[in-house]
T-cell receptor, first 113, second 112 residues
Framework: GEQVEQLPSSLIVQEGASVLINCSYT??????FPWYKQEPGKRLQFIID?????ERKQTQRLTLLFDKKTKHLSLHITATQPGDSAIYFC????????????FGTGTRLQVLP | AQTIHQWPVAEIKAVGSPLSLGCTIK??????LYWYWQATGGTLQQLFY??????VESVVQLNLSASRPKDDQFILSTEKLLLSHSGFYLC???????????FGEGSRLIVV
């Protein structure tokens, strides 16, 4: 079945820095890749997504890059703020009826003021 | 607007005791529903999903069961808890497969 690996497992940066989170998957049938953010004490929240027919998606301070050949994604966060401190998860799913959504291992980001 | 609510927020239960966790979705008819388990600080493991009332598919067996008695309700249960059941249980919904998941607040379970 699908396996999703995510690196690094943790990051500590100063406010204003940029960070890069990498994600790789194994199942070539995966076509949809949403990312989620889990802040302490809050519910998991969708932040950005990309489909396999795209290479890049950008929203405000987030840029998501997708390489179908290498089965690799990377999330770039610019101008980080303490409020960005959270665990970030990538995920992969198909559009088949299996409804299986596989999550990465998570990246714990801490932004120091 | 759609809302998703989980109950209870937290529970401390004894090994061997029964468990029932619930999830209700309002404002969306016939959603796909999901149960996930998260170890402390860990990744999310999908347990079950349901695309319609009365139909539940198991993704991984952890001595748990799930049911969807109503279109807007998803229940996770077991008759005998194990220590390994401790963790954070998350319910989520989506429009259909291959779409964004919307999560509830989660239920924290401690088995002692």
């Amino acid at each position: 079945g699908e396996q999703v690996e995510q690196l690094p497992s943790s990051l500590i940066v100063q406010e204003g820095a940029s960070v890069l989170i990498n994600c790789s998957y194994t199942d070539s049938a995966s076509v949809y890749f949403p990312w989620y953010k889990q802040e302490p004490g809050k519910r998991l929240q969708f932040i950005i997504d990309i489909r396999s027919n795209m290479e890049r998606k950008q929203t405000q301070r987030l840029t998501l890059l997708f390489d179908k050949k290498t089965k690799h994604l990377s999330l770039h966060i610019t101008a980080t703020q303490p409020g960005d401190s959270a665990i970030y998860f990538c995920s992969a799913s198909t559009t088949s009826n299996t409804n299986k959504v596989v999550f990465g291992t998570g990246t714990r980001l801490q932004v120091l003021p | 607007a759609q809302t998703i609510h989980q109950w209870p927020v937290a529970e401390i239960k004894a090994v061997g005791s029964p468990l029932s966790l619930g999830c209700t979705i309002k404002g969306k008819s016939s959603p796909n529903l999901y149960w996930y388990w998260q170890a402390t600080g860990g990744t999310l493991q999908q347990l079950f999903y349901s695309i319609t009332v009365g139909q539940v598919e198991s993704v991984v067996q952890l001595n748990l069961s799930a049911s969807r008695p109503k279109d807007d309700q998803f229940i996770l249960s077991t008759e005998k808890l194990l220590l390994s059941h401790s963790g954070f249980y998350l319910c989520a919904w989506s429009l259909n497969s291959g779409n964004t998941l919307y999560f509830g607040e989660g239920s924290r379970l401690i088995v002692v």
